[in-house]
């Protein structure tokens, strides 16, 4: 484990806050202009995928094919 000063541990905190508030005002951006255009569609139910939908090749996540 790397061991940091607390200045340093404040500063990286920060940053990830940071960071993650920004992406998040990106994201809420991008769904009112889809809205504001019509692009979204309501889905009933979300996609899940299993273990055995995806396989590894050379070290990447594939999508199995069908």
């Given amino acids: 484990m790397e061991k940091i000063s ?4 404040m500063y990286r905190n920060t940053r990830s806050m940071l960071d ?8 809420q951006r991008i769904v009112k202009d889809g809205v504001a255009v019509g692009a979204p569609e309501k889905v009933d139910t979300a996609i899940r995928i299993k273990d055995d939908d995806v396989l590894i090749n050379s070290g990447r996540w594939t999508k199995t094919p069908i």
């Fill in 6 to 9: 607390p200045l340093e541990a």
């Fill in 20 to 27: 993650a508030a920004f992406k998040n005002i990106a994201m």
